[in-house]
């Protein structure tokens, strides 16, 4: 078995778990938001912080419309590799992720380590404290209807 054969499979049963482990979560003592989605409790950045740093995603994503890379609403509790219309590479598409606090925590800090094959060109966050207010924007700003309208 080669190397990147390896590190596919490694990744691919390490995706499964995290998903089936977000999926076990969602059901435990949520009422309403839970794991899968990225409950609020778990939401620990700044909301204004993270829109500044957005910014530096603004270059090929938006929250409404797919650009170069997928857009960002509805992001929480949303396949990997499902967004309507954009084509995502094969890697994102068969990584098993469901994006939560979590797994954009995970993927935000290495991306292109993160799901090898990849096409989003980014470096990644290596601040704890920036990837937090990243998500905690997006977090806000999907539960805001002004922001994301529900489809």
């Not at 989605?37 to 409404?64: F, I, N, T, W």
């Not at 700003?141 to 002004?146: E, G, K, L, R």
Request: proline share 5%.
């Amino acid at each position: 078995m080669t190397s990147t054969l390896r590190r596919s499979v490694r990744f691919a049963v390490r995706a499964a778990c995290v998903a089936m482990l977000a999926s076990f979560a969602s059901g435990c003592g949520s009422s309403g938001e839970g794991g899968a989605s990225g409950a609020v409790a778990d939401v620990k950045g700044d909301p204004a912080r993270g829109e500044a740093l957005y910014q530096q995603c603004a270059a090929c994503h938006s929250l409404q419309a797919n650009g170069a890379g997928p857009r960002h609403c509805e992001l929480f509790g949303r396949p990997a590799g499902t967004v309507p219309d954009f084509e995502y590479s094969q890697a994102m598409r068969e990584s098993g992720l469901v994006w939560n606090v979590q797994t954009l925590d995970e993927f935000l800090t290495s991306p292109i380590t993160y799901v090898s094959g990849t096409k989003m060109g980014f470096a990644g966050f290596s601040d704890a404290a920036e990837r937090a207010d990243v998500i905690a924007y997006l977090h806000q700003v999907n539960h805001d209807p002004a922001s994301c309208p529900a489809s």
